[in-house]
């Protein structure tokens, strides 16, 4: 199968559907709470620092798609950490409590310490400082944990999808080893950046033998300071060949953990959690599970996600973002700027996945009704 085809979306094109974002004629002041069209609060940012990575893995970034021709975004296109620190500041005005890094890989960008930095100097409305958390592959993060711990990240999540190096090593397609990524936990834990989250999606006839060999290992390490969560395989963008029939829902992940270790559900942890949690009935630590294609959880979504060069997409699923950067680089204030970002929030009503929920997929087909077949790719503003 040929995935260079037309319905790959062209970083030159993403964002052209929609017109360039005005300041609203009527202001919408910072209030500290901000919601949209079916009452979902503004209260998560994630902000994607690069649409680079060094891993191939066939769910994202397939390696016959991002080839050596493959046309990545100028560096002039690319937000400032500046500008990304002055939005970031915008968005906390109007209620966001949670910034997390994502790329493609976020420790490819240079010096994203200094990032980090300024992010760590942004207090909310009442005074308190954001959560900052970071999503990484674990190549780099050996090397980099401490300065990211003394920068000001608070903690990270790391994404493996097993544990046999093999079957690790065929995924992430560029031949990387399983040991280093484990040597980049160890360290992250060292620097303080826990509890740490390991996330780990679940391809049917691929990866699937890997969820008790996964719990286990996390059951039995770190004591307790390692969450870890099954994704299933999700509808992202146009690239990774999605198929229902390769998706293996999560209740038949907690099912087959169960059956090993009993298992105890517990209550989210915070409002519009995207992972539901499981305790082993022992008191050996938690799971979770993220369930996206069987279980929507649309309804009290509250995340944006800031593209690398300015976009503002408010689904996962998004065909088409909102791009900040004009108003960035133009003669904007802070006050346009936030206005403008609240009239964006205020319109919101996605929910797509309780909608393909509702269509009963079959085979991971587009429906021919869908309004946005051409889906932004999960690497371009992270997961």
């Known amino acids: 199968m040929n995935r260079k085809s037309t319905t790959v979306i062209p970083l030159s094109e993403i964002g052209r559907a929609r017109p360039a974002v005005a300041v609203p004629d009527v202001a919408v002041p910072a209030t500290g709470r901000l919601l949209d069209r079916l009452g979902r609060p503004l209260t998560d940012l994630r902000i994607s620092v690069t649409d680079r990575c060094n891993f191939r893995c066939s769910y994202c970034m397939p390696k016959d798609v991002f080839d050596k021709d493959y046309q990545y975004l100028p560096h002039s296109a690319l937000l400032s950490f500046e500008e990304m620190t002055r ?23 240079k010096n994203i310490e200094a990032l980090i930095g300024q992010l760590s100097e942004i207090r909310t409305p009442g005074g308190e400082p954001l959560a900052l958390t970071l999503t990484t592959n674990g190549s780099l993060l050996r090397r980099k944990a401490a300065a990211l711990a003394a920068a000001g990240l608070q903690r990270v999540t790391v994404s493996l999808d097993s544990l046999d190096d093999a079957v690790f090593r065929h995924m992430n397609d560029v031949d990387f080893p399983v040991a280093d990524v484990l040597a980049g936990i160890e360290a992250a834990l060292a620097a303080g950046l826990g509890p740490l989250k390991v996330n780990m999606v679940v391809k049917r006839g691929t990866n699937e033998q890997e969820i008790l060999p996964m719990a286990r290992y996390f059951r039995d390490h770190h004591g307790g300071k ?7 395989y999700m509808d992202v963008g146009a690239t990774n060949g999605w198929r229902m029939d390769e998706v293996l829902p999560s209740a038949e992940v907690i099912a087959r953990i169960g059956a090993e270790f009993p298992l105890v ?64 680089r133009g003669t904007a204030t802070d006050e346009d700027i936030g206005s403008a970002i609240g009239h964006i929030w205020q319109g919101r009503a996605d929910r797509y996945s309780e909608l393909r929920a509702l269509r009963g997929p079959e085979s991971g087909e587009h429906d021919a009704n869908d309004p946005a077949p051409r889906r932004v790719e999960m690497s371009y503003i992270g997961g």
């Open 87 to 109: 939005l970031a500041r915008l968005f906390a005005a109007h209620g966001v409590r949670k910034i997390r890094l994502t790329g493609g890989e976020p420790l490819l960008r």
């Open 226 to 232: 390692v969450v870890l969560r099954f994704i299933e």
């Open 265 to 328: 559900p517990l209550e989210p942890s915070a409002p519009g959690e995207t992972a539901q949690r499981w305790a082993y009935a022992d008191g050996g630590g938690e799971i979770g599970v993220i369930s996206s294609v069987t279980q929507a959880f649309c309804h009290d979504c509250s995340r944006a996600r800031l593209s690398t060069e300015g976009k503002l997409y408010l689904c996962l699923f998004a065909s088409a973002g909102h791009d900040l950067r004009p108003l960035l």
